[in-house]
């Protein structure tokens, strides 16, 4: 009787461990899929909100922009979105002499990053996403000015 009792609890075990590792290996693919997609186009349910943010300036202090850290509880998925204080001039061409301001998300658990660029005539951009169910993850950006280039970072999420 100890025996099947032993057997029994052993099997049971077993039973648990595979049906639980089942149940997260598909929760993490699933969740993996969404890196590299757009955010406007996923429709995941949720609340999206700005979880990180810090403010972009030059190397003399000028406030130049906003850098985002952006989260969608129904994904679980960031992103970054820079949106400037002005709309963009030529940039990012030799003739320009200056970069396009850049955002970048970034994984912190294995580096995967999405980078995005704001062009002339425009003010803003956000990047693709990157699964951060379990995991934590932090926005970049990178200005380039007369004053010379900054970086900006946020906290991570």
């Given amino acids: 009787m100890r025996t099947l009792l032993r057997r029994t609890a052993q099997a049971g075990t077993a039973l ?22 757009d955010p406007a186009s996923l429709s995941c349910g949720g609340t999206t909100s700005t979880v990180q943010s810090a403010a972009m300036t030059d190397p003399h202090g000028n406030h130049l922009g906003t850098l985002e850290l952006r989260y969608n509880s129904g ?11 002005y709309t963009q001039g030529d940039c990012g061409t030799s003739s ?8 970048w998300v ?11 660029t704001v062009t002339a005539g425009n003010r803003s951009c956000y990047t693709p996403v990157v699964n951060d169910a379990g995991v934590t993850s932090y926005a970049q950006s990178y200005t380039d ?11 991570s999420y």
């Avoid at 648990?16 to 899929?33: D, E, K, P, Y």
């Fill in 16 to 37: 648990l461990l595979a049906a639980g590792a089942l149940t997260l290996t598909g929760g993490s693919a699933q969740a993996a899929t969404y890196d590299g997609s």
């Fill in 96 to 103: 320009a002499g200056v970069a396009c301001p850049k955002a």
């Fill in 106 to 116: 970034i994984r912190n658990s294995d580096g995967r990053s999405y980078t995005c």
């Fill in 75 to 85: 994904c679980r998925t960031t992103w970054a979105r820079i949106t400037m204080d």
């Fill in 145 to 155: 000015t007369a004053g010379g280039t900054k970086y900006t970072r946020t906290g």
